[in-house]
């Protein structure tokens, strides 16, 4: 596609509950970041693939987080039994070369 | 990991004067440091990055510096206008790592 998309926009959702959130990323990007932006905060790493290498989860909060990236292509995170504390901007990113990051709108998470 | 710490946190500036925002980095082998801004609401963007092998990069009104040996790196923002208040983050990237690692984000405010 034209750029990076991430669906849904908005997600509200019960505590407790577990939620996806989806990624497509610029066609041939082969590398693919998930990032949490808490109101206010800066950007927060939490997991990256780079092509078939295994995916970088160093920045990932809690066990409940995990994310997996199908065909190479389109990304799925997924957090399971959310709490308040989770609530956030979800943005993906992905770039095809080392230089440069393109970001998508991102999904805003609400754990109410 | 990769440390990367910005400031000010936020930043007021009166129409036509300039701005400058200041990152340092811990890893000395980082190579790569783009700035991204992002509008209220909005993913945020690349306006300008540097290679280690630059001294100093400009595009119109923007610039950005590095000195590698006190491993710092600066955007400046000439001539202000409205439309560049925003939050503004710096970014590095080590030599082996397509990851970026972000500071925490400067909110710059352009007074009409």
């Known amino acids: 596609g034209a750029g990076v998309s991430q669906s849904p926009s908005n997600k509200v959702t019960e505590k407790g509950k577990d939620v996806e959130l989806r990624c497509d990323p610029i066609s041939g990007h082969t590398a693919l970041y998930w990032y949490r932006q808490s109101l206010g905060q800066g950007l927060e790493f939490l997991i990256y693939?780079?092509?078939?290498?295994?995916?970088?989860k160093s920045g990932l909060p809690s066990d409940r987080f995990s994310a997996e990236r199908t065909g190479g292509s389109v990304s799925t995170l997924t957090i399971q039994r959310t709490q308040q504390e989770d609530s956030a901007v979800y943005l993906c990113a992905s770039s095809g070369d080392p230089y440069g990051y393109t970001f998508g709108s991102g999904t805003r998470l609400t754990v109410v | 990991g990769e440390n990367v710490e910005q400031h000010p946190s936020t930043l007021s500036v009166q129409e036509g004067d300039s701005a400058v925002i200041k990152c340092t980095y811990s890893d000395s082998a980082s190579n790569y440091f783009p700035w991204y801004k992002q509008e209220l609401g909005k993913r945020p963007q690349l306006i300008i990055d540097?290679?280690?092998?630059?001294g100093e990069k400009k595009d119109q009104r923007i610039a950005v510096t590095l000195n590698k040996t006190a491993k710092h790196f600066s955007l400046h923002i000439t001539e202000t206008q409205p439309e560049d208040s925003a939050v503004y983050f710096c970014a590095a990237r080590g030599p082996n790592d397509y990851k970026l690692s972000f500071g925490a984000g400067t909110t710059v405010t352009v007074r009409a």
């Open positions: 693939f780079q092509g078939n290498s295994a995916p970088d």
């Open positions: 540097i290679r280690s092998n630059v």
